[in-house]
Structures are given as C-alpha cells and as structure tokens.
C-alpha cells in the first residue's frame, strides 16, 4: 500500500470489531448537522409528514416504515428517518447538509482508494465515472425510539446490511448499534459497537461485497433501542445507476470463479428497497 496518501494513512483504521473506525480532527461537521437533525424530528409529526418520502426515496419516513428482518420482527423498524440526495434538502439546511455531504464523499472516496489498494486495483480505480466518479451519495438522517426486546421482536432496527458500497455513520453517545462479526454461523452472535467521541464507524456493503466476490463481507448489523433518543447520520455511497456491478478480474480465478451474477446498480438497489419498505399509498388520505 506504498501508493496512499498520508491524508487516507491518517483518516482510517481498522478495528477489532471488523468494522472500520475512522478518527479525523478536522471532520467536525456531523456534530453541527446532528443537531439539525434533531431540530427536524421535533416538529410535529403532521409538519414531517408534509415531507414525506417520494417514489425515489428521498423524504421523510415515519416510524415503522421500514422493515429490514421480517423474519425476526412483528412491526417494522422503531426509528423516522429523512433521506437526503443531492438533490434534496430542506430549507434553511442547505449550508449545513450540503457541507457535510461533501466532506462525507470525500472521506467516503478515500477509504474506497485504499479498498482498491487492498484489492489489488489501481488507486483511482473506483474513480471511474459509472463508479464513484458519478456516485449514489446519500444521507439519511435518523431518530430510534422506545425499547427493544428481541425475544418479543421488538428492535429499533433489524439486522441487515446495507446496500451500497460502504457506510458512513456518525452517531451520538447513545449505545444501540450492534454487528455480527460473522453471519454466515448461527446461531448469530451480537456484539455492541461503542460510542467513541470524535470516531466515526464504517460499515461495508453488499455491493462491494458482490465485486470483492466475498473478500469483502457486507457488515451484519442492528439497533436496539434502550429507551433513550438516539440520532445518527449514515452517509451511503454507491456506484452510479446505470454501473453494472460484476466480479473484479483481481477477485477471481479458476479456482475461484464469481459467487454473485452481473447486476445493474439501480436494478439492484430498487429490489432492496421495495423489499423493505412500506407502500406509500398507505400514506394517502381516504
């Protein structure tokens, strides 16, 4: 990895709990944009409402929209959140939300940079323009609520992993997330991920673990709810629409031919996010 910049040395780790912790001084911002959020999931739920969620998923989702375990859970997802694209974002938030996009892509970019290293890929590779060049790049803000209980079904998020390439997520000092360090064994076991000040968790997703042909495994996580308010802001990153996502020629051999077939991106991410969400016509009124 003679090749990566001391920017990318000093900006990311890997940690025990096979997720990635970054640490950066000068990544202030989420503090900033996470009291902003919780400004937003304030208002009255009629006012959020006015917002809400469109064909695209970018809006406002109210509790139990979401439901990411349906085996596991009786309800959906404990938690409303606000997705916001590029193209989306509400008024008097665009300085805020639109700074720390951009310093969320950029660090998103760099840890991409030393994942192609880690692959044997050039630097820049997913620099291409169907990859991260013309990327997906959104961000959701997020309320958990209430208190889970597994054995009842109950969790503020179920287990999943995400659809994209990687994560982002800044949280506040409320504990809750939780991971499997392997999902393939079962029974599963759950590990809390700590609140640490200044750090910021990275979680892998499906799509690059469909490029890195399970090199690289998607993280297998959860919230539970403890009964406090808890806020946090992933930042998700991912090819652009019309990428087709296949097995990198590093990722594979005679012997290791590809695990997962050639899918489009917009295809891919369209069946996710129909499989776990509500319809929105139950929104509409009589």
């Known amino acids: 990895m003679e090749n990566k910049t001391q920017e990318e040395a000093s900006t990311i780790k890997v940690s025990s709990l096979t997720c990635i912790d970054l640490a950066n001084p000068n990544f202030q911002q989420s503090a900033v944009s996470l009291k902003q959020s919780k400004k937003f999931f304030a ?3 009629e006012e959020k409402m006015k917002v809400l969620r469109n064909e695209k998923h970018r809006g406002y989702s109210p509790v139990l929209d979401q439901i990411l375990d349906p085996e596991n859970q009786v309800d959906g997802d404990y938690k409303e959140s606000f997705f916001i694209g590029i193209e989306v974002v509400l008024p008097g938030w665009r300085a805020t939300m639109e700074k720390y996009h951009q310093e969320a892509l950029r660090v998103c ?3 991409a940079r030393l994942l192609a290293l880690a692959l044997d890929l050039d630097t820049n590779y997913f620099d291409k323009p169907e990859m991260l060049g013309n990327p997906i790049a959104v961000m959701r803000l997020l ?3 209430g208190m889970s209980d597994p054995l009842k079904g109950i969790f503020g998020c179920g287990a999943h992993s995400d659809y994209g390439m990687l994560t982002l997520l800044a949280t506040d000092s409320v504990t809750g997330l939780q991971i499997c360090k392997d999902k393939d064994v079962k029974p599963r076991k759950w590990e809390y991920v700590p609140s640490i000040k200044g750090a910021y968790i990275v979680n892998l997703g499906d799509l690059l673990e469909r490029w890195s042909n399970g090199i690289f495994k998607s993280t297998l996580h959860r919230v539970l709810g403890n009964g406090q308010d808890r806020y946090s802001i992933p930042f998700f ?3 652009s629409h019309d990428c087709l996502v296949e097995c990198l020629p590093t990722c594979q051999s005679e012997n290791n031919l590809p695990k997962y077939p050639a899918i489009k991106c917009s ?4 069946q ?3 499989q776990s969400h509500v319809n929105l016509s139950i ?3 009589p």
Do not use: G, N
């Open 143 to 145: 309320r958990y609520e």
């Open 272 to 274: 996710r996010y129909q």
């Open 267 to 270: 295809t891919f991410l369209t």
């Open 283 to 285: 929104y509409k009124q």
């Open 109 to 111: 970019k760099a840890i």
């Open 237 to 239: 990153i991912e090819p």
């Open 43 to 45: 208002l009255p739920l």
